[in-house]
């Protein structure tokens, strides 16, 4: 294929590119995990079925616009990381990832996957992007983390290139690593984001070079990469290499929910820990992510019985 041409400017004609995934691919089933809430300024779905994300890449902001059709997935890009974006689109679709290699054992997995055969584990290669909202979501309820990832990126980013940064669309490109460094103590406290969250990310993004190699490895030593940062522990490098690298085993643990939905699901037992959510994940060696991402599509969670996890809004103290 040849090479996407470049756009002329960010606000002219987009540099395209067609793109036929070797088997069924479902756009929506495949990007979802990088969406971080229904306001993620960096993601987009509209009315005509399109899926818009906004990233900051190698070779600078970039939007990008697909559309499925017939099989065929039609990308069109804006910004000085236009090029950089199309040339990854097969990555980003999940072309490396194999479904054909996991092999249900229980009814409701074979169930789950045989409804979502679309589904593909996408493989970004861009870490700061899906490490920094990982840091904000530790030991929050989601809707505080998806909060400080939007009012971060409104207060601190940039428009995103194209026609997704007007007003109908108000995308933005997360800051660049330097620009993560830079922002006060009194902006982290306003978006509701602590001390040891704030410091987490700042480390991370002054080590920025070092963190994107991660993307380049293989998921345990991308995980020990990221975990060299003091405040990047197990559950976050999970979260963040399963998106960067398309990891199909590196399942999430340490996490409040996901061990009793594994374990309702496979075992009846809703008060399974994370021992034991790995013991019933075994069988499933080399795609565990993939296990637990059809079990929480299954939507097999177990009734709560506790109330919800406790919000508290620094932004107020």
Same mark, same amino acid.
């Given at each position: 294929?040849?090479?996407?041409?470049?756009?002329?400017?960010?606000?002219?004609?987009?540099?395209?590119?067609?793109?036929?995934?070797?088997?069924?691919?479902h756009l929506g089933l495949?990007?979802?995990?990088?969406?971080?809430g229904p306001a993620d300024?960096?993601?987009?779905?509209?009315?005509?079925?399109?899926?818009?994300?906004?990233?900051?890449?190698?070779?600078?902001?970039?939007?990008?616009?697909?559309?499925?059709?017939?099989?065929?997935?039609?990308?069109?890009?804006?910004?000085?990381?236009?090029?950089?974006?199309?040339?990854?689109?097969?990555?980003?679709?999940?072309?490396?990832?194999?479904?054909?290699?996991?092999?249900?054992?229980?009814?409701?997995?074979?169930?789950?996957?045989?409804?979502?055969?679309?589904?593909?584990?996408?493989?970004?290669?861009?870490?700061?992007?899906?490490?920094?909202?990982?840091?904000?979501?530790?030991?929050?309820?989601?809707?505080?983390?998806?909060?400080?990832?939007?009012?971060?990126?409104?207060?601190?980013?940039?428009?995103?290139?194209?026609?997704?940064?007007?007003?109908?669309?108000?995308?933005?490109?997360?800051?660049?690593?330097?620009? &993560?460094?830079?922002?006060?103590?009194?902006? &982290?406290?306003?978006?509701?984001?602590?001390?040891?969250?704030?410091?987490?990310?700042?480390?991370?993004?002054?080590?920025?070079?070092?963190?994107?190699?991660?993307?380049?490895?293989?998921?345990?030593?991308?995980?020990?990469?990221?975990?060299?940062?003091?405040?990047?522990?197990?559950?976050?490098?999970?979260?963040?290499?399963?998106?960067?690298?398309?990891?199909?085993?590196?399942?999430?643990?340490?996490?409040?929910?996901?061990?009793?939905?594994?374990?309702?699901?496979?075992?009846?037992?809703?008060?399974?820990?994370?021992?034991?959510?790995?013991?019933?994940?075994?069988?499933?060696?080399?795609?565990r992510h993939r296990a637990?991402?059809?079990?929480?599509?299954?939507?097999?969670?177990?009734?709560?019985?506790?109330?919800?996890?406790?919000?508290?809004?620094?932004?107020?103290?």
């Amino acid at each position: 294929m040849p090479s996407p041409a470049r756009p002329q400017d960010e606000a002219g004609p987009p540099a395209t590119r067609t793109y036929t995934p070797p088997a069924p691919l479902h756009l929506g089933l495949t990007l979802a995990p990088l969406r971080r809430g229904p306001a993620d300024p960096t993601f987009r779905t509209t009315p005509d079925g399109a899926v818009w994300r906004a990233s900051r890449t190698p070779q600078g902001p970039a939007t990008l616009r697909l559309t499925e059709r017939s099989g065929t997935v039609r990308a069109q890009a804006w910004g000085p990381g236009a090029d950089w974006f199309l040339d990854h689109l097969p990555a980003l679709l999940g072309e490396a990832d194999d479904p054909s290699l996991f092999a249900p054992r229980h009814r409701l997995l074979a169930e789950s996957a045989r409804r979502r055969v679309g589904l593909r584990l996408t493989r970004t290669g861009l870490v700061l992007e899906n490490l920094i909202p990982s840091i904000l979501e530790q030991k929050i309820t989601t809707d505080e983390a998806y909060r400080a990832w939007r009012l971060l990126l409104h207060r601190h980013g940039e428009p995103a290139p194209g026609p997704a940064g007007g007003q109908d669309l108000r995308m933005r490109v997360m800051p660049d690593a330097r620009a &993560w460094t830079l922002i006060p103590s009194w902006e &982290w406290h306003r978006a509701g984001v602590d001390n040891k969250r704030a410091s987490t990310i700042i480390r991370a993004a002054r080590v920025a070079p070092r963190m994107e190699e991660a993307a380049r490895m293989e998921p345990p030593a991308a995980r020990a990469r990221l975990e060299l940062v003091a405040g990047i522990g197990p559950w976050t490098s999970a979260e963040t290499i399963q998106r960067t690298n398309g990891a199909p085993d590196e399942v999430t643990t340490g996490d409040l929910h996901l061990p009793h939905t594994v374990g309702h699901a496979l075992a009846g037992n809703r008060d399974a820990t994370d021992e034991e959510m790995l013991e019933l994940l075994a069988p499933y060696a080399g795609q565990r992510h993939r296990a637990a991402r059809l079990i929480l599509l299954s939507g097999a969670a177990p009734a709560r019985r506790q109330p919800k996890m406790r919000r508290v809004d620094i932004a107020q103290w």
